[in-house]
Every structure is written in structure tokens, then in C-alpha cells.
């Protein structure tokens, strides 16, 4: 399974970037039988989760710092997963990555771990300026 997300950004605060990312070679599963997670690794902390969509598209789960700012979705017909943000903040400066896995529990949704997701993206870099 391979992931593709498309080159970084250079954003202003406060405004809006939508992340995107494409899956291709499915391991002999279809791409809706995958859970993808966003995660994002700012310079000299730990990578985080922060937001998570179930292979049906049922459950999401956000960070605490991403609540009410980041909306995830899926198109299952092009096998991409979106990350819109929304009034984006220095903060929000990192290298973010989407990741797949198989994952058998909503309690696993809600609790997104990396040890949860074999296949990482390369990573994109979001840079917001003041």
C-alpha cells in the first residue's frame, strides 16, 4: 500500500489549507476496508495523532488541539482521505503525515496510536507565518 500526499505549504495565519491523500496498491483489499489517520510531527516533539477517519466513514476522531478546526473526510471512489484546517495557527506548523491501517474497533478510532498504522505517507510540510 502505498501513500502519496501532495507537496507542502507556505500559509498565513488564519487561513484555510486542505491536505490530501491518495492510496494506491491495496495489498488485495479495497481502499474502504482501511482506516487512514493524519498525524503531524512539529520540529523537536513526538509525532501526534490528529484526526482519524474508520474505513466506513462512520467514526473520526480529533485531537484535543484540533477539535472544531480540522474536518477529515473520504472519497472512497478516488481512494482519497481529505484534512480540511481551518484558521490555522503558528502552532500548526509541522510535517504531517496520513497513514493506513486495519483497524478492528471503534475504541481503536477514537484512540489512534502510529502502532496502529503500518503504511506512512513521505510527509508534507505546513509552514504558517504570522
Known amino acids: 500500500l502505498q501513500l502519496v500526499e501532495p507537496g507542502g505549504a507556505f500559509v498565513e495565519r488564519g487561513e484555510s489549507l486542505t491536505l490530501s491523500c491518495t492510496a494506491s496498491?491495496?495489498?488485495?483489499?479495497?481502499?474502504?476496508?482501511?482506516?487512514i489517520g493524519w498525524f503531524r510531527q512539529a520540529p523537536g516533539r513526538e509525532r501526534e495523532p490528529i484526526s482519524c477517519?474508520?474505513?466506513?466513514?462512520?467514526?473520526?476522531y480529533y485531537g484535543d488541539s484540533t477539535k472544531g478546526w480540522f474536518t477529515i473526510s473520504r472519497d472512497d471512489a478516488k481512494n482519497t482521505v481529505y484534512l480540511q484546517m481551518d484558521n490555522l495557527g503558528i502552532a500548526d506548523t509541522a510535517i504531517y503525515y496520513c497513514?493506513?491501517?486495519?483497524?478492528?474497533?471503534?475504541?481503536?478510532?477514537?484512540?489512534?496510536?502510529?502502532?496502529?498504522?503500518?503504511?506512512w505517507g513521505q510527509g508534507t510540510q505546513v509552514t504558517v507565518s504570522s
Open positions: 496498491g491495496f495489498d488485495g483489499l479495497g481502499f474502504d476496508a482501511w482506516t
Open positions: 497513514a493506513a491501517g486495519i483497524l478492528t474497533s471503534t475504541l481503536q478510532v477514537m484512540y489512534p496510536t502510529t502502532r496502529d498504522f503500518p503504511h
Open positions: 477517519i474508520s474505513h466506513n466513514g462512520r467514526d473520526t
